[in-house]
């Protein structure tokens, strides 16, 4: 799955409770009240909770896609280098993103690799968290399909990255609740205890507060993974988002929304956005919601988040109808009450 991880030291990866667990470890670890945590601009809504409430961090956003729709690897290479002088620079980046669907091509991930690398070349201290939540569902050929940790893992010695990973998504198994982090150091001597030391912490962040991770869920899943047809079990989920994943891109290019929305760049994972030309996307929620009895997320005043993942394929055409019918509603609504 992450061929280039082939010969890199990392430490031992230590079972958490599920992927947000792991975050929370992270954030414990290494985010302190005032710490600058770079995110972009779209991202999952639950970073707030982990690493705003919880640990008090500034979130400081950066663009994710540039006014052209590619990945804005300019606004995160700004902003990486507007850190380089606080005590430490924490990054949590995510591919398949949630909530874009988006993957990076080889060129842009190692585009985003080079930046972090320049950055702590002038001297920032770079903590560089890899959420690979979606890992594996990758639809396109010409996409990084591996983890970034896998470019990031040793790339400079003031660079330390942690993958956060776990089979919720990979594997389906969304209430199981395992999950692991994992660390990658440059080389360095005494790099071993300084491992040692990191898995002890994440060992005490453990039993200091659910005091140990699910065994039933670790051993269905291991029981589970050496079982015959396990492989061809995964692979046929794999199909059946990808068939949805194409229905969403032949519904788009055989249709014409344009006067409504148009969708963000999208390549793997779960989820795929759209931008609302002149809609407000909480108004729009909420007419789907209570007119068609449709589900989704609105972010900020003209995204919206869709989740092709969980509807069926011969409901995907009806979906974008009804997406652009309740857009022609609420256009009605406000030239017959001047209110949007
Ligand atoms: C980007 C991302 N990271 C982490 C998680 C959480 O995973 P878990 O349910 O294992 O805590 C999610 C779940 O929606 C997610 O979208």
Redesign the pocket.
Known sequence: MNPRLEGKCLSMPVVTS??????SIFADMFCDAGDVLLLPDMM?G?YRMIFATRRGAELRHYPFFSPEGELNITAFREALFALKDRPKALVLL?FP??PTGYTPCPGEASALVEALVDAAEVGANIVACV?D??TGLFYEEDIFNESLFSLLAGAHPRIASIK?D?P??EDYV?GF???FITFSLAESEGREEVYGVLEKKVGGLIRGTISKSSMPAQSLLVHAMKTAGYREEKDEKFVLLKDRYDEVKTVLSGYDYADAFRAYPFNSG?FMCLRLLRTDAELLRRHLLDEYGVGVIAMGDRDIRIAFSCIEKEQIKDLFDILYTGVKDLDKNFEKTGRK
């Open positions: 599920g992927l947000t667990h792991g975050l999952w639950n995510n993103h949630n959420d939540a979606y956060i776990g919720t998504k969304w609740r395992v999950g779960y």
